[in-house]
C-alpha cells in the first residue's frame, strides 16, 4: 500500500504530478472525483486509485484510508481545502496542496495548533505558488533582518493551465491587494507599478494579489508587502484585468476558459522559463537584493510536490501550519531541478 495520495489526480498539475512521482520510483495512489479519468491514468500508471467527493466526509475519510501524506492538487482550494484539512487534522494525515490563494494560507495557518497536536503538517503553497517567492523572501530576510518592506516581482512563461486560469478570474472578483503596516489593503489591479531588474532583463511590473501577501508576511513578518507581475506588453492593455472584474465578462471568460484551455504541452513547457526578483529594505536605509530563474512554472510545481511530499513523510518538518521556507528552509528552492538564484 502506498503512503501517499494525489487528489486531482486527472487535473493538469496533478497528472504532471503523478508522472513525475512514478519516474522517481514513487506510487502515490491517484485519487479524484472522476471516476472514469482517474481509472484511466491510474491504469497506464499501474497505480491504485481512489474516488471520492469532497463534499461527503465519509468518502474523503474513506480515501484516506492508510495514507500518510495527501498532495491536493485540485482546485479552487477556496473551495476545496478544507474539508481536505479537516480530514487530514482527524485522521493524522500530512497535508500538501498548490494553492496560491490568500484566504487560503490564512484559514489553514489559522489551524497551527490544531496540526501541531494532531502531528501532521499542514503545507499549502507547495509549488510556484509560492515555493520560489517564499523562499526568496526569508532569504532576504536572514540578510536583512531589520527590513521593514519587501517586494517581490515575478514572471511566467508557457501560459496558464485551465484550472490556473478560472482561479485567476475568481480572484479578480475580490480586487487587488498590498499589505501596509501588517494589514492587507485594497490596490487598483496593476498598481502600483515599477521596473524591476529580472534576470532576463528590467521589466514594467504590476501589483497583483499573490499569496506571499500571506506567506512570507509569515515567514519573515515584514508588516509592508507589495507583489508584482511583469505586464504584457510592456504594460500595454494592463486594464483588461480591471474590465473583466465585471461580473458578466468574467462569466463569459471563465466560459472560454473551460472550452479552450488545457495548459502548456511538454514542448512550450521546456522551452518557457519563470522568474523571480526580491527586494528589501529597512528604516536605515539597507537593501537587499536577489533573483532566481527556474524551469517552466508547472514542471517546477510538480518537482516540489513530490519532493515536499516525500520530505513530510521522511519527518523533515515538524508538525504545524507551514509555508515552504518554514518547513524546508529558505534554501528549499535551489535543490529544485533547473533553479539558479543569484544574490
Known amino acids: 500500500m502506498s503512503d501517499w495520495l494525489i487528489y486531482g489526480a486527472n487535473g493538469y498539475t496533478g497528472e504532471l504530478v503523478a508522472r513525475l512521482a512514478v519516474a522517481r520510483g514513487e506510487r502515490p495512489i491517484l485519487a479524484g472525483?472522476?471516476?472514469?479519468?482517474?481509472?484511466?491514468?491510474?491504469?497506464?500508471?499501474?497505480?491504485?486509485?481512489r474516488v471520492a467527493d469532497l463534499r461527503?466526509?465519509?468518502?474523503?475519510?474513506?480515501?484516506?484510508?492508510g495514507v500518510r501524506a495527501i498532495a491536493h492538487c485540485a482546485g479552487p482550494f477556496s473551495d476545496t481545502s478544507d474539508p481536505v484539512v479537516r480530514a487530514c487534522l482527524a485522521h493524522g494525515v500530512h497535508y500538501v496542496d498548490i494553492t496560491g490563494e490568500i484566504d487560503v494560507f490564512d484559514a489553514v495557518f489559522a489551524r497551527h495548533d490544531e496540526a501541531v497536536a494532531a502531528g501532521v503538517v499542514l503545507l499549502p503553497g507547495?509549488?510556484?505558488d509560492v515555493v520560489p517567492t517564499d523562499c526568496?523572501?526569508?532569504?532576504?530576510?536572514?540578510?536583512?533582518?531589520?527590513?521593514?518592506?519587501?517586494?517581490?516581482?515575478?514572471?511566467?512563461?508557457?501560459?496558464?493551465?485551465?484550472?490556473?486560469?478560472?482561479?485567476?478570474?475568481?480572484g479578480l472578483a475580490d480586487g487587488n491587494r498590498i499589505r501596509r503596516d501588517g494589514v492587507l489593503i485594497s490596490s487598483p489591479q496593476g498598481h502600483p507599478r515599477r521596473r524591476v531588474p529580472l534576470p532576463s532583463g528590467e521589466r514594467e511590473v504590476g501589483?497583483?494579489?499573490?499569496?506571499?501577501?500571506?506567506?512570507?508576511?509569515?515567514?519573515?513578518?515584514?508588516?509592508?508587502?507589495?507583489?508584482?507581475?511583469?505586464?504584457?506588453?510592456?504594460?500595454?492593455?494592463?486594464?483588461?484585468?480591471?474590465v473583466l472584474t465585471l461580473g458578466p465578462l468574467r462569466s463569459l471568460a471563465a466560459r472560454v476558459v473551460r472550452s479552450r484551455m488545457t495548459g502548456p504541452d511538454p514542448a512550450l513547457r521546456a522551452r518557457t522559463t519563470c522568474e523571480v526578483w526580491g527586494e528589501v529594505?529597512?528604516?536605515?536605509g539597507g537593501i537587499a537584493t536577489a533573483s532566481l530563474v527556474g524551469p517552466n512554472a508547472y514542471?517546477?510545481?510538480?518537482?516540489?510536490?513530490?519532493?515536499?511530499?516525500?520530505?513530510?513523510?521522511?519527518?523533515v518538518a515538524?508538525?504545524?501550519?507551514?509555508?515552504?521556507?518554514?518547513?524546508?528552509g529558505a534554501d528549499y528552492v535551489g535543490t529544485l531541478d533547473g533553479v539558479r538564484v543569484t544574490a
Do not use: C, K, Q
Request: avoid cysteine; glycine fraction near 12%; charge should be neutral.
Open 56 to 65: 461527503d466526509p465519509v468518502a474523503v475519510a474513506a480515501m484516506l484510508d
Open 33 to 49: 472525483r472522476n471516476r472514469s479519468a482517474v481509472a484511466a491514468l491510474a491504469g497506464e500508471l499501474g497505480l491504485d486509485h
Open 281 to 284: 529594505r529597512d528604516a536605515a
Open 299 to 315: 514542471d517546477l510545481t510538480a518537482d516540489s510536490v513530490v519532493r515536499a511530499t516525500r520530505l513530510l513523510l521522511d519527518g
Open 126 to 128: 507547495a509549488g510556484f
Open 318 to 328: 515538524a508538525p504545524g501550519a507551514h509555508t515552504p521556507s518554514s518547513a524546508f
Open 136 to 170: 526568496l523572501a526569508a532569504r532576504l530576510h536572514a540578510e536583512l533582518p531589520t527590513a521593514t518592506s519587501l517586494e517581490l516581482a515575478i514572471r511566467v512563461g508557457g501560459g496558464p493551465s485551465r484550472g490556473t486560469a478560472l482561479t485567476g478570474l475568481n
Open 207 to 242: 501589483a497583483i494579489r499573490w499569496g506571499d501577501l500571506a506567506t512570507a508576511y509569515r515567514s519573515t513578518g515584514i508588516p509592508n508587502i507589495t507583489t508584482y507581475m511583469a505586464l504584457p506588453g510592456g504594460g500595454r492593455g494592463a486594464g483588461l484585468s480591471s
